[in-house]
């Protein structure tokens, strides 16, 4: 089994920021890329930031320059530092984890959420 444990969502004014963590861990022989995805209400499922293995990264074009997506290898800790957050940015937050078992088979894993609310 694979855990991945989200935090650091919550409530914050325009302008402010929010810092998010995933943790994972369980039977996990090496992990490929790690990432955040989000979804507002309504909406499609969409990608914030990836980071792959090589460190590596990926942006959305709506929070280049506003966020940024960083890795411990040995903590399997993924973050996202998001700054001059807009309303605009309020969605739940899914971590996501691409990983070989130990029968090199590569799984996709999410997360269950986190919510990120951007309000006055």
């Known amino acids: 089994q694979v855990q991945l444990v989200e935090s650091g969502g919550g409530l914050v004014q325009p302008g402010g920021s929010l810092r998010l963590s995933c943790a994972a861990s369980?039977?996990?022989?090496?992990?490929?890329?790690m990432g955040w995805y989000r979804q507002a209400p309504g909406k499609q499922r969409e990608l914030v930031a990836t980071?792959?293995?090589?460190?590596?990264?990926n942006y959305a074009d709506s929070v280049k320059g506003r966020c940024t997506i960083s890795r411990d290898n040995a903590k399997n800790t993924v973050y996202l530092q998001m700054n001059s957050l807009k309303p605009e940015d309020t969605a739940v937050y899914y971590c996501?984890?691409?990983?070989?078992?130990?029968?090199?088979?590569?799984?996709?894993?999410w997360g269950q959420g986190t919510q990120v609310t951007v309000s006055s």
């Open positions: 996501l984890l691409t990983y070989s078992d130990s029968h090199r088979r590569r799984i996709n894993y």
């Open positions: 369980g039977s996990i022989f090496s992990i490929h890329v």
């Open positions: 980071i792959a293995s090589g460190l590596s990264t």
